[in-house]
């Protein structure tokens, strides 16, 4: 006796209609009479809900069906190749976030530019220095950075320096034309540039700066 015959005796045994027994399962009735006729079979979730709402083992209802049993057997398989194949993918997809986290990390430290020309009467400020710019930037964890530095002046010289938070210089550079790229360590926390001219003797002086830090 296959599943459609089995499905058929409970049907009949307890008065139900394949109307009914559609309604008792949210499926169409010609459905129903396909799994009866053996044009279709139920699948594994539909069965176990007949076997427990009848109150009878799934072995029972499958009894001598040798094609349902297959095809169960089939639909199991299919389940744990998606499983298996849902689990690959979720490592590798873990694995990718992994991976652009670690190099989204690598990446985030400092693109820091500072730039301007300007001119200045020092007619009141005579042999004292002006204090040309300040600029702060932040480095997220210990790194090298690269730090390049273009500066002239047309009268005195320029100071550049950076240093941390507890005055502790990292960088320093002096002169009227200044050209520099170095690449120097960096401790994770918080830096202050400093541009400062001085030894100027004109009334009025012009200057021009270009800082950029980059990792």
Not at 28 to 53: A, C, H
Not at 66 to 91: A, M, P, T
Not at 141 to 150: G, M, S, Y
Request: hydrophobic share 35%.
């Amino acid at each position: 006796m296959n599943i459609g015959e089995q499905i058929n005796n409970l049907r009949k045994k307890h008065g139900l209609s394949q109307d009914d027994f559609a309604n008792l399962f949210n499926v169409s009735r010609q459905t129903v009479s396909n799994w009866e006729n053996g044009k279709s079979y139920p699948d594994l979730e539909m069965i176990i809900k007949i076997s427990d709402y009848f109150k009878i083992s799934v072995d029972e209802l499958l009894r001598n069906d040798v094609q349902s049993e297959e095809k169960i057997d089939n639909e199991k398989k299919v389940k744990k190749r998606y499983l298996i194949l849902l689990l690959v993918l979720c490592f590798l997809g873990a694995m990718i976030i992994w991976r652009l986290y670690g190099k989204y990390q690598d990446s985030v430290a400092v693109d820091f530019t500072m730039e301007k020309h300007e001119t200045y009467k020092s007619n009141e400020t005579r042999e004292q220095s002006i204090n040309v710019a300040n600029g702060y930037f932040s480095v997220s964890k210990d790194e090298k950075l690269d730090v390049q530095v273009k500066g002239d002046t047309d009268d005195g010289k320029l100071h550049v320096t950076i240093t941390n938070q507890d005055n502790k210089v990292y960088y320093q550079l002096d002169g009227q034309e200044l050209n520099d790229l170095q690449t120097l360590y960096f401790e994770k926390g918080s830096y202050i540039i400093q541009i400062v001219a001085d030894d100027y003797t004109e009334d009025i002086i012009s200057l021009e700066y270009n800082i950029e830090i980059k990792n």
